[in-house]
């Protein structure tokens, strides 16, 4: 558990929750683990959900991906090419910005700071064509 607060609490060590992630194999384990360690939620004094153990992994991994990819890749868990890591975090990045956190600006940032606006700009989101199929 790192020091570090969001919100006025304690947050998970997300490098930490990626490897036991990758080594234990589901997120199940990943919160039974640590709770065994004593590593639980502080509001709730119950163990951490899976929902929160993906949204901590993959947004340290969309922002750290330097970082990130070569633990993802040691493990021998996912082996991907270039545009194929870049197509997963595009995808994971939408899920976390733009759906959990309900925030297409967020979305918008992350794609500009990776340089992949232009390719991405319209992901995940209805064309005015689709609107127009929609309304009728």
């Known amino acids: 558990m790192k020091n570090s607060k969001s919100k006025g609490r304690k947050v998970l060590d997300p490098e930490m929750c990626l490897s036991l992630w990758l080594e234990l194999g589901t997120r199940t384990k990943v919160t039974s683990h640590l709770e065994s360690l004593g590593i639980i939620n502080q509001e709730t004094k119950k163990k951490f959900s899976v929902d929160t153990i993906s949204r901590v992994v993959w947004e340290w991994v969309v922002n750290n991906q330097e970082k990130a990819r070569p633990i993802i890749s040691r493990s021998g868990n996912i082996n991907l090419?270039?545009?194929?890591?870049?197509?997963?975090?595009?995808?994971?990045?939408?899920?976390?910005?733009?759906?959990?956190?309900?925030?297409?600006?967020?979305?918008?940032?992350?794609?500009?700071?990776?340089?992949?606006?232009?390719?991405?700009?319209?992901?995940?989101?209805?064309?005015?064509?689709?609107?127009?199929?929609?309304?009728?």
Request: net charge positive.
């Open 81 to 136: 090419s270039d545009q194929g890591w870049e197509e997963l975090m595009v995808k994971r990045a939408f899920g976390l910005y733009f759906r959990f956190l309900r925030s297409s600006e967020k979305f918008d940032d992350w794609l500009r700071r990776n340089n992949l606006y232009d390719k991405y700009k319209n992901y995940g989101r209805l064309r005015p064509e689709d609107l127009e199929a929609l309304q009728r």
